[in-house]
């Protein structure tokens, strides 16, 4: 949504209105909030196709009533903003004692391991990794993120680490799966969370050998459904010669293993002075993977602030000190510039390829294909990874998918149920000629026991003809019996 608000707003380039409707600073105000989340995408205002130009008056018109309001939508995003909020899902993988927890409080700048956590137990033998939620909130100048970081405890430390990787990925996919599954009911009936995961920091062992087997395999997996970024955990145990080394021969891996690895956009904010010279797509690719100290120690500085740091025997090392550590390059860019590309990614990339690959499993094949990161890229216009005029593309192929999956659905779905109908009407008729049946023989049963009845009427009415003829004082013996049994009736 921020990435189709920024696009429209580069493409309605106009003039504030006159002074009896002049808006606040909205522009300023805008920049201020792009300074910090959101990203400029220069190759937006071109894409004259998918929005038309509204030409309002210039700051000279005096005409009346022609001012539409466009001007004061950059307000309208940042009031929106600040009430919606972020919302940010992380996975955190590594090896025990890596320094994931640790990584965590440094990136964010809170608590959330602290002395009272308490760590997963070691796995038996048969066991599988589990998945463990930590939820937080930030609120930093009134704009809040919630942070979900996902962990996955004794990760690698079974015995058999072959069914890890699909383990990781088959969570991935639900969360994917149980998204795709909100999205098709009505608002009224649920209430539709983003579960998906945006981004997965793969802390990786400062061995100085490489990779493992296990971290390709998982990375492999992993690549092609979140935006993954590689993380050099405890890199204070290399030196800076050994730490370039390792760098150099992971993205090695990376490439000869063909390992799908978000890098982060080259086109940082404009607004934005503290950062440094632009750098090139091919210095945003160097950066990974990124080298990282991090530490739950903190020191009062000169200036009375709290610095976090690291305390070692010989004294302590600043953990944001950009000469032994990439934490703060790495927090700038995760949080400061680029967490709207990382949803925008998931979205248009990720959930996309998943819906195509599950409509393909439920209802045949597509005649769309796997989207990659480069085609992606490449459809975004600019090549760089932006991907905001690349939604575009990638909604009009979703759509196309969509409507002949839907097209090819309902026919499979009316065959099924004439097929249905068709069965339900045999096993009606069945029943019908079956109770039928049984109608018709109890009808006769009926009429059976109805003329044996009658039949033993007239025998009997016969008998007793028979019996008063031969001896008439049975008659009034009868009548006195009768007479008395009255009586007896009415006096009771």
Known sequence: MAALFNASLNSYQINSPGPSHQAPNSKQTFSDLKASYFRSNTGAATDTTRASVVKAPTATSTVPGKYIGIADLPNQVYRRVLKEGFKLNLIVLGDVGVGKSTLINSLFGVDVYGDDYVRAPPMRTGETVQVERNVF???????????????????????????????????????????????????????????????????????????????????????????????????????????????????????????????????????????????????????????????????????????????????????????????????????????????????????????????????????????????????????????????????????????ACIAKLEKELQVIFDQKVQEKMRRLDESAHELAGKYAEWDKQLLARKRKLRQDREDYERQKTVLIQAYPQLQERLNVALQQAGLRTNRQ
């Open 137 to 403: 909130r930030i609120e930093a100048k009134g704009v809040r993120i919630l942070v979900n970081v996902l962990d996955v405890p004794n990760f690698g430390q079974a015995l058999d680490n072959s069914t890890t990787a699909d383990t990781v990925g088959k969570f991935i996919d639900q969360q994917l799966h149980e998204y795709f599954e909100a999205s098709h009911q009505k608002r009224s009936q649920v209430v539709r969370e983003d579960g998906r995961v945006h981004c997965c920091l793969y802390v990786i062992s400062p061995t100085g050998h490489g990779l493992r087997p296990l971290d390709i395999a998982t990375m492999k997996s992993l690549g092609v459904r979140t935006n993954l970024i590689p993380v050099i955990g405890r890199a204070d145990s290399l030196t800076m010669e050994e730490r370039e080394t390792f760098k150099e021969t992971i993205r090695r891996q990376l490439k000869t293993h063909e390992i799908q690895v978000y890098y982060f956009p080259s086109d940082e904010d404009e607004d934005d002075s503290n950062m440094e010279s632009t750098r090139t797509d091919e210095d945003m690719a160097n950066l990974v993977p990124f080298a990282v100290i991090g530490g739950n120690t903190f020191l009062t500085g000169k200036d009375g602030a709290k610095i976090r740091v690291r305390r070692y025997p010989w004294g302590t090392l600043d953990v944001e000190d950009p000469k032994y550590s990439d934490l703060n390059l790495l927090r700038r860019l995760l949080l400061f510039h680029h967490l709207p590309d990382l949803v925008g990614i998931t979205d248009g990339l990720h959930y996309s390829n998943y819906v195509r690959e599950f409509l393909s499993r439920t209802i045949g094949p597509l005649n769309s294909r796997y989207v990659s990161r480069d085609l992606f890229d490449k459809d975004s216009g600019n090549g760089n990874g932006t991907a905001v005029t690349g939604l575009f593309t990638c909604l009009d192929r979703d759509k196309a998918d969509s409507d």
